[in-house]
């Protein structure tokens, strides 16, 4: 996240919309979504807005019916507009920069996409592994539409998935000893599934359905070159920081090696008491934004002693307490690659998830998968366990991303089950 890019971006394909137009109608997808998190926001109302009687309240203050309602605070929760913490719903970072801050809105709008099969339920009557294949094999379709600049016949689409999930049993069957798999899902219920698919990414504004055919829509088109691509929207230059606010500061210098960021932050502090500095900084550490948690704790390690007592207090809050506790280690002389023994499992569990947060809001998808290996667990069931205990408002988020951008298919559907579980509050 701290690396500049060594290559220009690659530019979009030709009759790709510009940015501002594709946030444009991300924001009218989730424009429902929007507006139940802003009515939560309002309400502070402690209890999850889609469970009665809440959602009967929302339903009735925004003209919508309970089922909408439900539909959209879904859709509000995988897009990071709102977060649940304990039993109590909070605004989150993208919400409040809806209206101003485009990349914000297409990484949210992303965010759902890669969550499709999260918020269209896949048929009560299909095994399954069946679905699992099915998910794994949606991107080769994907591709496919995208490659077509225009729209696909459904049996084109089902012959591709019926190529591709006999591919992927093949690749699993060069397992030496593995269990070999089932037989292959007869036509009807890939057909079904297909359709339960592409009905999933209509839902999220990906696509567009025909009379028996498919068609991307340009936010879709969008997002499958951006996958294809490994990129992500690009930020605001860093440069002349002295003048603003903590939050754009750590915003501008998200992108710039740590010793240019640290000139910066020492240019920002110095045009500054002291000790309203720090109170900015932890106020920006307390956001939704996880990158800029991190990136405000590296400012404060350019305060120093100065910033010690208010760290410190700041260890007592669930958010900051690891980043407090390694400030503090550093602080009193440890080596930054030693600190992290100061944490708990529990909160270097949080601490992953919150980085994993970052990563996947502002990082490359290559950067989420290198994140994996970070993880104190030795074994992906074991870390995926203890994430899921940890009780971070942002794990959903952060496993479907991962399982989007993870090679290894094994590995992504076993995370993306973990996230499924998680979002549906099962074991």
Known sequence: MTTRRTRPAPRPPEGTPPPAELARQARSVLADAVRIARWAAVERDPRDPAAAPAHERAAAALDLTPAQVRAGWDRARLAGLVELHGDTARPGWRLRAWDRDDSAVLRGWVA??????????????????????????????????????????????????????????????????????????????????????????????????????????????????????????????????????????????????????????????????????????????????????????????????????AVRAAAEEVFLRPYALLWLAEHEGADPDEATDVLTREESTWLWVDTAAAVADHGESTLL??????????????????????????????????????????????????AFQVHTGGA
Not at 163 to 170: G, H, S, Y
Not at 287 to 300: P, S, V
């Open 369 to 418: 998968v290198r994140h994996l290996e970070s993880a104190v667990q030795g074994t992906v069931p074991a870390l995926l366990d203890e994430v899921r205990a940890v009780g971070h408002p942002r794990t959903v988020q952060v496993l479907v991303a991962l399982a989007a951008a993870h090679p290894d298919p094994a590995l992504a559907k076993a995370v993306r089950r973990a």
């Open 112 to 309: 759902l996409f890669d969550a499709w099969s999260l918020v269209h339920p896949a048929p009560d009557d299909v095994a399954p592994a069946s679905v699992a294949e099915v998910v794994e094999a949606v991107p080769q379709v994907l591709s496919l539409l995208q490659l077509s600049a225009g729209p696909v016949l459904v049996p084109a689409l089902l012959d591709l998935l019926q190529q591709r999930v006999a591919e992927l049993r093949e690749e699993r069957c060069e397992v030496p000893d593995g269990p070999r798999p089932g037989p292959l899902p007869g036509p009807y219920s890939l057909a079904r599934l297909l359709d339960w698919a592409l009905e999933g990414l209509a839902a999220v504004g990906a696509l567009t359905l025909g009379e028996g055919q498919a068609t991307l829509t340009p936010l879709g088109n969008w997002a499958v070159w951006v996958k294809l691509e490994q990129i992500c929207v690009a930020a605001q230059s860093p440069a002349g920081h002295i003048e603003q606010s903590a939050e754009d500061m750590l915003r501008g210098c998200a992108r710039l090696t740590p010793g240019p960021a640290r000139a910066e932050y020492r240019a920002w502090l110095a045009a500054r008491p002291v000790r309203s500095a720090v109170t900015e900084l932890l106020t920006v550490a307390r956001g939704q934004d996880a990158l800029l948690r991190g990136l405000a704790f590296e400012a404060l390690r350019v305060v120093g002693a100065p910033a010690e007592a």
